[in-house]
């Protein structure tokens, strides 16, 4: 059996290319440093090294962007990639937010990853990884910007993701053309996904219409030990101590994993039977030791008979989908592309 | 209001790429990139590293992981402690932590400011171990940054006036641009009108209505433009210091390169700073401390600061001098101070600086620059002269601060989107200053640079700001090579930004350099040279 710090660096590195293991261990130790036995986290030292990248109203690829403030108060930016048209391949400046002229134009809202505390919307991973969101679904994509922890904990990315879910939904240049209605998707991977899940909760009790959830790898836990947990710690790239970490972090203090936003179907959950939930995509990793609980999350959907996708990638492991050098990128990214298009 | 970031969309084309692939940088880095052999989906997540060089990276990678779980030290500790420089070159990162956890941590010596007295500390971290200077990665930075990417941040739209404001400023400017005065008249009188109606005490009608003013200006008076930065010296210093309290722009840029500087003149005894722009002076107070708490005693400094002769009689560089003296006898640093009066920074020569050879010698100029960049078909561009004379001294350190912003685009209508963005982003951060007189004031101090931005031309447009991305390949050329500011001068820039400012404002490292900026769009950016010692020019990679 594994111990959290006993590191297995030939299995992981037979897994994936070299390229992506140098990203992603690149990544380990990084956090590794910034995360203090205390609590704590070395803010300055994780902005500092974290690669961002600025918006681009000029398109590169079919595809520009530009920063949005959507609330003042909380300083909540988000970042609009739009698809550029035929008619329109050079976007005016004064008309970035010129009317979507499609029939329809599906809107996703992205919640990056970085377990709650980690990446902003201008990381690079994230700007790029948005961007293909773009090209690949004919999409506008907005990346928000939310408040992480532990400096902001539960529930204020849930609120961001709110604010931002509430500011799309009211945008008359995002609505389609064929209804006049702002076709919404919630997309997120790791943390990110989770918040999906709540923000969409939240969307079903105020009656905002959410197309659909795509769940990358989300981040879900509870207090017991699973059997993914004890097999896979620190075996690709993830251990149990820092996922603890997070929750830790993230979650209210004095609170444990069976809270209801770590593990929606646990203990403490609520059942969503009878609830109208947007259809899910769940990607789970095969490598990815939070597997049990990410499957639990599946299953809880099924129960409460809510209709849900999951795509198992048995040899996949966490952040399999930053960049396009293997297969499950590619088939991961070809369903989503099929979920978001089945409602045209 | 909305505004949107310019990147010269209003109208010449601006080399956006047109691979079909997913996501490629533009044209002229996917070719850098490939003389390189950098790996493509790695500079897609923001790092550089050669394709060759990938499995060292790795075994690297490995062997920091194994010296990290098998190391005693607190780990988190350590990554404080140590300085880090440029991560986007990951072997030199993965390097650097490799010898920082084979050997006792380092202590630099940093700069704070003291929250209760206002007054820079140097912090305690030095004075216990054996303080040493930690690596200085040389790195050379191979891509160039596309001019086409800034940032573009606004609030959402509050009326939609404002949307016709800034439709009717573009349509104007274009008039002036395609030389239709008539048409562009008629513009600002509807532009006027609707002034009337909108909010013009903050948001996009105050700092639209500076660009009206600009156009009027330019219209009507022709670009000579009459003298637009005609207040005296005695003004232009009085906005500046109003400048300076207002916003955090020029304490960032002080407070980053006093650190670059007492890093570099680290283990000289003498020392000599030339200020290419002393005004009351306000950099020096803050390294004339941190020098004299240095371990090991101050070394001699020499201050030469460059200003404008004043008209009447007074010596004001002399009067400034001598304040900085006594603060320095007060503080027992030996000091010596000489001012140069010159009109204009070209005018300067480098005997008027008597730089003694034994000294080591620090260049700093704040937003300086650029005024050189005037182009006079007749004669030696200014900016080669002096970065030549600047190069023939040897400085131990050349530090460059410059407003991050395209304002020197040769088509008139580019320079204006970018500069409305630019201002509009600048006089929203500046919303958060409360405190008057200094906001006003600071709002006349940019409201001059608007004015020379948008009705200036030839020699009299001085405001001929360029971003990071030009200054690197212009300094490269000219014989100089980054020293990259690191992790800890990022850090104390945060923090100083906690201690002074308002939500909003964000610190960035790009490439060994640091940006301060509002809502995720820098605005001015701090960068450290020394001359390339081999006496050729260094050419971009």
Redesign the interface.
């Known amino acids: 059996m594994a111990r959290s710090n006993e590191v297995n660096l030939n299995e992981c590195k037979m897994v994936v290319p070299l390229n992506t293991w140098v990203l992603i261990s690149n990544f380990k130790l990084a956090y590794n440093l910034l995360r203090r036995p205390d609590g704590t986290f070395n803010r300055h030292l994780a902005e500092f090294l974290d690669r961002k990248v600025p918006a681009n109203a000029n398109p590169v690829d079919g595809v520009f962007s530009f920063d949005v403030l959507i609330d003042r108060g909380t300083s909540l930016l988000s970042r609009i990639y739009r698809p550029t048209t035929a008619e329109e391949p050079q976007p005016n400046i004064a008309e970035l937010e010129k009317p979507v002229t499609a029939a329809v134009v599906p809107v996703i809202i992205f919640f990056h990853g970085g377990s709650f505390t980690h990446s902003s919307a201008n990381s690079a991973i994230y700007d790029t990884l948005c961007r293909r969101l773009v090209s690949l679904c004919k999409a506008v994509v907005v990346s928000v910007n939310y408040r992480r922890a532990p400096e902001n904990r539960y529930p204020c990315a849930y609120d961001d993701g709110w604010t931002a879910l509430k500011w799309v939904n009211s945008r008359p240049w995002l609505q389609s053309q064929k209804d006049s209605k702002v076709h919404i998707y919630l997309a997120g991977d790791s943390s990110g996904g989770n918040i999906a899940h709540h923000v969409a909760l939240r969307a079903i009790e105020s009656g905002i219409d959410i197309l659909g959830s795509i769940l990358l790898n989300p981040m879900f836990g509870g207090q017991e030990r699973t059997e993914s947990e004890k097999r896979l710690d620190g075996k690709y790239f993830v251990t149990l101590r820092d996922r603890d970490w997070y929750w830790r972090a993230y979650l209210p203090e004095g609170e444990d994993r069976d809270h209801p936003a770590c593990n929606p179907f646990g203990p403490n959950g609520r059942s969503l039977e009878g609830i109208k939930f947007p259809k899910s995509l769940v990607v789970v990793a095969g490598l990815d030791l939070i597997q049990d609980w990410q499957l639990a999350y599946v299953e809880g959907l099924k129960k409460a008979g809510q209709e849900v996708k999951l795509l198992y990638m048995e040899q996949a492991t966490i952040g399999f989908y930053l960049l396009p050098n293997n297969h499950h990128f590619h088939t991961v990214m070809d369903e989503i592309s099929k979920f978001v298009s089945s409602d045209c | 209001m909305?505004l949107?970031?310019?990147?010269?969309?209003?109208g010449s084309c601006?080399g956006?790429?047109s691979?079909?692939?997913?996501?490629?940088?533009?044209p002229l880095q996917q070719r850098q990139q490939k003389q390189q052999d950098i790996?493509g989906?790695?500079a897609?997540?923001?790092?550089r590293?050669r394709s060759s060089e990938?499995?060292k990276?790795?075994q690297r990678?490995?062997r920091?992981?194994?010296a990290?779980?098998n190391s005693p030290a607190?780990?988190?500790q350590?990554?404080?402690d140590t300085i880090?420089y440029n991560?986007?070159d990951?072997a030199s990162w993965?390097d650097s932590?490799l010898s920082e956890l084979t050997q006792p941590p380092t202590c630099p010596s940093e700069f704070i400011m003291d929250p209760v007295s206002n007054q820079t500390v140097v912090s305690d971290a030095w004075t216990t171990a054996e303080p040493h200077m930690p690596q200085v990665h040389q790195n050379i930075s191979y891509e160039q940054q596309?001019l086409?990417?800034?940032?573009?941040?606004?609030?959402?739209?509050e009326e939609d006036s404002g949307?016709r404001l800034?439709?009717m400023l573009?349509t104007c400017a274009e008039c002036v641009q395609r030389g239709d005065f008539s048409l562009a008249t008629s513009c600002l009188e509807d532009m006027q009108g609707l002034l009337t109606r909108v909010n013009t005490v903050c948001g996009i009608g105050k700092v639209a209505g500076h660009f009206i003013d600009a156009l009027s200006r330019r219209i009507f008076q022709g670009i000579g433009g009459g003298s637009v930065n005609g207040g005296s010296a005695y003004e232009n210093e009085l906005l500046y210091h109003h400048f300076y309290e207002a916003c955090p722009y020029l304490k960032f840029a002080h407070f980053t390169a006093n650190q670059a500087i007492l890093e570099a003149f680290d283990g000289h005894d003498c020392v000599h700073v030339v200020d290419f722009n002393l005004m009351h002076g306000l950099q020096w107070p803050a390294l004339i401390q941190a020098l004299a708490l240095r371990p090991g005693g101050p070394p001699l400094l020499r201050l030469t600061g460059i200003g404008p002769p004043s008209p009447d009689g007074r010596d004001s560089l002399r009067e400034i001098g001598l304040r900085l003296a006594e603060l320095a006898r007060s503080v027992n640093v030996r000091f010596a101070f000489r001012g140069v009066a010159a009109s204009r920074l070209e005018d300067v020569k480098p005997w008027m600086l008597q730089v003694n050879p034994k000294e080591s010698v620090a260049v700093n100029s704040i937003m300086q620059l650029h005024r050189l960049l005037g182009s006079d078909p007749n004669r030696n561009s200014p900016i080669e002269t002096v970065l030549s004379w600047i190069r023939s001294l040897n400085p131990k350190i050349m530090t460059v601060v410059e407003q991050e912003a395209n304002h020197n685009q040769p088509g008139f209508l580019d320079r204006f989107?970018e500069a409305l963005h630019y201002y509009s982003t600048m006089f929203d951060s500046l919303e958060a200053c409360t405190v008057q007189p200094n906001k006003a004031l600071a709002e006349i101090y940019i409201q001059r640079e608007i004015a020379n931005v948008v009705s200036c031309e030839g020699s009299a447009r001085v405001e001929r700001h360029e971003p990071l991305s030009k200054w690197r390949t212009r300094l490269s050329g000219a014989g100089f090579r980054p020293l990259h500011l690191g992790?800890n001068a990022?850090?104390q820039a945060?923090?100083l930004l906690t201690l002074f400012s308002a939500?909003?404002y964000?610190?960035?490292?790009n490439d060994g350099c640091l940006t301060l900026g509002w809502?995720?769009?820098?605005l001015i950016a701090a960068s450290a040279w020394q001359a390339v010692s081999d006496g050729t020019a260094d050419f971009p990679a």
């Open positions: 909305v949107y970031d310019s990147a010269t969309l209003g601006s956006s790429s691979s079909s692939s997913s996501s490629k940088p533009p790996d989906f790695l897609g997540a923001g790092y590293v990938l499995r990276v790795a990678l490995e920091l992981e194994t990290m779980v607190d780990l988190s350590l990554a404080s880090h991560p986007s990951l993965v932590l596309s086409n990417n800034q940032l573009t941040v606004v609030p959402a739209m949307i800034v439709h573009m989107t992790s990022y850090k945060s923090m939500e909003g964000s610190v960035e490292e809502h995720s769009r820098p």
